[in-house]
């Protein structure tokens, strides 16, 4: 990591791929990373953290699976929202969308529990594969 000012939009204009995150600094334990998203996302659940959500570009919608049943919040432009640990929960970005997270180092995007991975996606790491 870089102790250099860092340019998101910059970061965000160096990879094309979908729900792939990538980190650009570390806040002690914690990755930031962004990501571009489109389109659906998998149901997963991170049992062990929060995951921190800002949009900084387009509109991010979060299916939530909550005791009291399921819900989905919208997240326009400049919102910030945190999923819960233990919640399963599902992003889709009807446009393309860019987006911030702040998670523990070393959290998969696809969470602890998941629905079926798509081929195309690593299942360690949740990134698309050949990106």
Same mark, same amino acid.
């Given at each position: 990591?870089?102790?250099?000012?860092?340019?998101?939009?910059?970061?965000?204009?160096?990879?094309?791929?979908?729900?792939?995150?990538? !980190?650009?600094?570390?806040?002690?334990?914690?990755?930031?990373?962004?990501?571009?998203?489109?389109?659906?996302?998998?149901?997963?659940?991170?049992?062990?953290?929060?995951?921190?959500?800002?949009?900084?570009?387009?509109?991010?919608? !979060?299916?939530?699976?909550?005791?009291?049943?399921?819900?989905?919040?919208?997240?326009?432009?400049?919102?910030?929202?945190?999923?819960?640990?233990?919640?399963?929960?599902?992003?889709?970005?009807?446009?393309?969308?860019? !987006?911030?997270?702040?998670?523990?180092?070393?959290?998969?995007?696809?969470?602890?529990?998941?629905?079926? !991975?798509?081929?195309?996606?690593?299942?360690?790491?949740?990134?698309?594969?050949?990106?």
């Amino acid at each position: 990591m870089s102790n250099e000012p860092l340019s998101l939009s910059h970061a965000l204009a160096s990879f094309d791929a979908l729900w792939s995150p990538r !980190i650009v600094t570390r806040v002690n334990d914690y990755d930031v990373r962004v990501a571009k998203v489109e389109g659906e996302h998998l149901w997963h659940v991170h049992d062990d953290t929060d995951e921190f959500f800002l949009v900084l570009d387009g509109e991010l919608h !979060i299916s939530l699976r909550e005791p009291a049943g399921e819900r989905t919040v919208l997240l326009p432009r400049g919102a910030v929202f945190t999923v819960p640990r233990g919640t399963e929960h599902k992003p889709y970005a009807p446009s393309p969308t860019a !987006i911030l997270l702040f998670e523990p180092t070393g959290t998969p995007s696809v969470g602890d529990r998941h629905d079926e !991975i798509p081929e195309h996606v690593d299942s360690t790491t949740g990134h698309a594969l050949g990106t």
